[in-house]
């Protein structure tokens, strides 16, 4: 019932910026925590960050400084805002909410599918 669609991905030069974006489908009863992983290809999934419900924001060491996570005042929307973006951050980037629905007992994790994120030299 819960569908969660990433957009903002796309290509750009090294040095450059884009802003990735997971909305909901729905609203969530509560959300533990809404976060961004990516997978290259040939290489495993790994956490870039997220944001818990208080506010509090967690990054990878290798966007440190150059990521930042934020979401919108309803916590329907997760952003991730991309500086300086290097070859090697490459990949495709997921979105995951870890929350409880209506009609749910226990928090679920709920992913998107995935938006292409491909930096130039």
């Known amino acids: 019932q819960v569908q969660l669609v990433e957009s903002g991905g796309g290509l750009v030069q090294a040095g450059g910026s884009l802003r990735l974006s997971c909305a909901a489908s729905?609203?969530?009863?509560?959300?533990?925590?809404m976060g961004w992983y990516r997978q290259a290809p040939g290489k495993q999934r790994e956490l870039v960050g997220h944001?818990?419900?208080?506010?509090?924001?967690t990054y990878a060491d290798s966007v440190l400084g150059r990521f930042t996570i934020s979401r919108d005042n309803a916590k329907t929307t997760v952003y991730l805002q991309m500086n300086s973006l290097k070859p090697e951050d490459t990949s495709v980037y997921y979105c995951?909410?870890?929350?409880?629905?209506?009609?749910?007992?226990?928090?679920?994790?709920?992913w998107g599918r995935g938006t292409q994120v491909t930096v130039s030299s």
């Open positions: 944001i818990t419900s208080d506010g509090t924001t």
């Open positions: 729905r609203s969530m009863l509560s959300i533990n925590r």
């Open positions: 995951k909410f870890t929350a409880r629905v209506s009609g749910s007992v226990w928090p679920s994790d709920y």
